[in-house]
Nanobody
Framework: QLQASGGGLVQAGGSLRLSCAASGRTLSSYAVGWFRQAPGNEREFVAAIHRNSDVTDYADSVKGRFTISRDNGKNTLYLQMNSLAPEGTAVYYC????????????????????WGQGTQVTVSS
């Protein structure tokens, strides 16, 4: 089970840090990442990190502003979001999969093994 937290209401330009705690499985065995879904839109890839933490992948829209990290000792995944814009308003979902999808996370979205329940992020202008 993946439990996301840390969402909330923030003004444009502000920051939030999302967390995703895993229970019942060892997160270090998985590539993990974040997707988001805004109202009326499809779920889209945000960021991912390899199980060894040596490789990361970001959507172009968040590069330079978001940072994904993991603490395998705490079985937890993080997403630091800086310089948030109203377009970042969405439900954010953490995911885990034994496959590293490189730059194709959106393409293989339906194959992803595990999804968390989502946390709402609202960015006001």
């Amino acid at each position: 089970q993946l439990q996301a937290s840390g969402g909330g209401l923030v003004q444009a330009g502000g920051s939030l840090r999302l967390s995703c705690a895993a229970s019942g499985r060892t997160l270090s065995s998985y590539a993990v990442g974040w997707f988001r879904q805004a109202p009326g839109n499809e779920r889209e890839f945000v960021a991912a990190i390899h199980r060894n933490s040596d490789v990361t992948d970001y959507a172009d829209s968040v590069k330079g502003r978001f940072t994904i990290s993991r603490d395998n000792g705490k079985n937890t995944l993080y997403l630091q979001m800086n310089s948030l814009a109203p377009e970042g308003t969405a439900v954010y979902y953490c995911v885990a999969d034994r496959t590293w999808y490189a730059s194709a996370w959106d393409r293989y979205r339906k194959r992803i093994d595990y999804w968390g329940q989502g946390t709402q992020v609202t960015v006001s202008s």
